[in-house]
């Protein structure tokens, strides 16, 4: 069994290097070729084109290590299939499952790699990714904006639909303002928010108040605030897992940002488990199927419902339809419950 084991695996270590290579370049190539449109453009020096894209690298390295999985699996047991080695490893007395079993340790050693990558390389990259880009556009980085503010102290309400902090210090822009203070309302296209002196200024702003018409003030307005003025904070694809963490630690997210975080943290546990979980139900799978042609087939159906799940579930748990942690883990809840339906068929 242990030499057979051996063959399983280095049958299948060829299939998964032939994988790795050839998704990592399919990956890499759709990002150039998204890409090269701006490259003539604005024709950058070979070096800031080769940075941009070495800094994409590790995400696309991460996704091959998965996708690899079953394409590796289920075309090294199709060819076994094709030449009856599996059925005369079964004649021998050999229990399908045996042939599965061992699969999950090699994958591991997958996962944990991917772990680490998704920790620390991938989030650092995703930022490079974006610097690169505007240098590539010679255009100075966007300054930190946080959507959707809102301030709720007892007996008033303080909204802005984007607050910009142009130098990234006491003072702010505000735009799309509402404020309600008891009975009066005051909104506003756009305003200033001073840190230092806990003022927000509201430019022109119509004031509403009941049983009165909306009127519109003919100077700027202000008014006191006491919020403390705090830089965005970053998207959580582009967060380290401690900063994911101390973040979620502390009070500075929106709901919408904390369940963000929350997701991102346990998509970064789950995800390298799925080599894992795909090597079980792969396997199982891969001693089903008797031709390559249903093996190539199985391939395409296995990474294409994979992939519907792993890109619907971030946008639910950003809403709050599903639990952030739940919806990390169901695409491997999923293809957990196949695997166990195929060990079934196959006890």
């Known amino acids: 069994m242990p030499l057979l084991t051996r063959t399983v695996l280095g049958e299948i270590a060829r299939w998964y290097l032939a994988g790795v290579a050839l998704f ?4 890499m190539t759709d990002a150039l070729s998204t890409t090269v449109g701006k490259l003539l453009i604005y024709d950058p020096p070979i070096s ?13 390295l991460n996704k091959t290590l998965v996708l690899a999985v079953p394409f590796s ?3 090294a047991f199709s060819r076994m299939q094709r030449d009856n080695e599996l059925k005369a490893v079964l004649a021998s007395g050999i229990r399908p499952l045996s042939l599965v079993w061992p699969l999950a340790l090699p994958f591991a050693l997958v996962g944990v790699l991917a772990y680490f990558n998704a920790g620390t390389l991938v989030p ?6 974006d610097r690169a880009w505007f240098n590539i556009y010679d255009q100075p980085t966007p300054p930190p ?30 735009q799309g303002v509402m404020v309600q203070r008891g009975d009066e309302t005051i909104t506003a296209e756009s305003g200033t928010w001073d840190a230092g002196k806990q ?27 006491r919020d403390t003025l705090r830089p965005p904070p970053p998207a959580a694809q582009q967060v380290s897992n401690a900063e994911l963490r101390a973040a979620l ?3 500075t997210l929106s709901r919408k940002g904390r369940r963000d975080y929350a997701f991102q943290l346990a998509a970064r546990v789950a995800d390298p488990v799925t080599p894992v979980v ?11 199927i008797r031709n390559r042609a249903a093996a190539f087939a199985a391939v395409l159906v296995f990474i294409v419902c994979f992939y519907v799940l792993w890109t619907t579930m971030p946008g639910l748990a950003g809403a709050g339809a599903v639990n952030p942690g739940l919806a990390a883990w169901i695409p491997n809840l999923v293809f957990l419950l196949l695997a166990g339906g195929l060990a079934w068929r196959l006890r």
């Open 199 to 225: 003022t927000w200024t509201l430019l022109a702003p119509w004031i509403t108040r009941p049983g009165q018409n909306p009127r519109q003030s003919p100077t700027d307005v202000v008014i006191a605030q």
């Open 278 to 288: 795909f090597a079980l139900a792969a396997g199982m799978l891969g001693l089903l």
């Open 24 to 27: 990592l370049t399919l990956l």
């Open 145 to 174: 904006q946080q959507e959707k503010y809102t301030y709720a102290p007892p007996g008033a309400l303080y909204h802005a639909g984007r607050v910009v902090n142009d130098q990234n210090g006491q003072v702010a822009q505000l």
């Open 249 to 251: 630690a502390g009070d």
């Open 124 to 129: 650092a990259g995703l930022a490079n990714w």
């Open 73 to 75: 699996i289920l075309l």
């Open 48 to 60: 800031q084109a080769v940075a941009a894209f070495l800094s994409i690298l590790p995400q696309s």
